[in-house]
């Protein structure tokens, strides 16, 4: 079913030159995806809102009050996996538009909680697993995002004595699933925009490493009051993982969107994206992100490309080689998979 109500409904479309992507906002629940084909959608990636996390209880109680009555009982458990089949819709939603070897991405934490008098951690990485394996993904190997914190609260349980303190919980997940096999690139245009789309030898070891450290990510995205409350993530990790795991005029589906982080990478990667927001007052933050976005994904590539210009001088003053030559950039590189590897900068405006 389309949606033609203007309020449910928001649109944009970006000139690229030569490539134009769009990115558009369906403002609605996105356990049920109509808008979207079956295996429309490249690569998934998205935040959900964590079980067990009290800032997000209200909004798994709007779709299933029972878990309200669940957590006055001081049934934790029960609440978990009441919540857990509220976003199972949403797993199988994206299980029916991810095209053949296309990607899902979750960024998950496990919720620490004393519920009733106990304290538990609440296994959301562990219970999102089970169902995307009965879905008929494969899990393939994870990200630890180390989210260290200085807070002197963190430590947990009973300080100094033993047997009764906790380890501080300072990590989240960035879980990877795939639908079916490799995806294949069949035609010569096919293998053409794949070369295109590659990185660089030196970006690989750091994005492909199972543990990211992303404090300090420079953060110049707008709605800075909405980006707090909806625990919105930093513009580099859904970039990376675009970067990583789709190629350029792909299109990227985030159904947790939140500020719009994930539009902006696509904006900033000349990917397309489609975004679910269940709350619509976020309509005029996401408006905001996608117009900070074109900037930001200039610097961003700028410095991919001023990155890459550094390491080859240190490599070649420590003595080592760079042997091959990319003739886009003018650059030297040092594989030849990145030989034909083009950065493209996002430009012009929304209309
Ligand atoms: C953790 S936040 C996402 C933050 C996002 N990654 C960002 O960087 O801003 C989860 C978002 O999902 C939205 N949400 C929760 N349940 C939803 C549903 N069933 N359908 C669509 N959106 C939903 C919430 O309103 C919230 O904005």
Redesign the pocket.
């Known amino acids: 079913m389309a949606q033609s109500v203007k309020a449910d409904l928001m649109c944009g479309r970006q000139a690229l030159g030569d490539m134009a992507t769009e990115h558009t906002t369906h403002f609605?629940?996105?356990?049920k995806m109509n808008q979207l084909e079956n295996g429309s959608v490249n690569l998934v990636v998205?935040?959900?809102?964590?079980p067990m996390i009290q800032m997000?209880d209200e909004?798994?109680a709007k779709?299933n009050p029972e878990i309200t009555k669940l957590l006055a009982n001081d049934d934790g458990w029960g609440a978990f996996e009441e919540m857990h089949l509220?976003?199972d819709?949403?797993w199988a939603e994206c299980h029916r538009v991810t095209s053949e070897g296309g990607f899902v991405c979750i960024?998950i934490g496990d919720a620490t909680r004393s519920i009733g008098g106990g304290f538990a951690m609440y296994t959301n990485r562990a219970r999102i697993d089970v169902k995307m394996r009965a879905l008929g993904f494969t899990p393939l190997p994870d990200i630890l995002w180390r989210k260290q914190s200085n807070a002197p609260n963190k430590f947990m349980g009973s300080g100094m004595l033993p047997a009764g303190a906790y380890v501080t919980y300072e990590h989240e997940y960035i879980a990877i699933y795939r639908k079916g096999g490799k995806r294949q690139f069949k035609t010569k245009e096919e293998k053409q925009n794949r070369r295109e789309s590659a990185f660089f030898w030196e970006e690989r070891n750091v994005w492909f490493s199972d543990l990211w450290d992303l404090k300090g990510t420079k953060q110049k995205l707008g709605g800075k009051e909405?980006?707090e409350?909806?625990?919105?993530?930093?513009?580099e990790?859904?970039f990376r993982l675009i970067a990583m795991l789709s190629v350029r005029g792909d299109t990227v589906l985030?159904?947790?969107?939140?500020?719009?982080?994930?539009h902006a990478a696509a904006i900033a990667l000349q990917r397309n994206s489609i975004g679910?927001?269940?709350?619509p007052t976020?309509e005029e933050?996401i408006e905001e992100?996608k117009a900070a976005a074109v900037e930001w994904g200039r610097q961003r590539q700028q410095q991919r490309l001023d990155d890459h210009k550094a390491f080859v001088v240190t490599r070649e003053a420590s003595g080592k080689v760079v042997k091959h030559f990319n003739e886009h950039h003018q650059i030297k590189v040092m594989t030849s998979q990145e030989k034909e590897l083009k950065i493209e900068f996002p430009k012009g405006k929304w209309f």
């Open positions: 609605v629940d996105a356990a998205t935040s959900p809102p964590y997000w909004i798994f779709s509220v976003m819709k949403v960024n909405n980006r409350r909806s625990a919105a993530y930093p513009f990790l859904p985030d159904p947790f969107m939140g500020t719009g982080s994930t679910y927001e269940i709350d976020f933050t992100t």
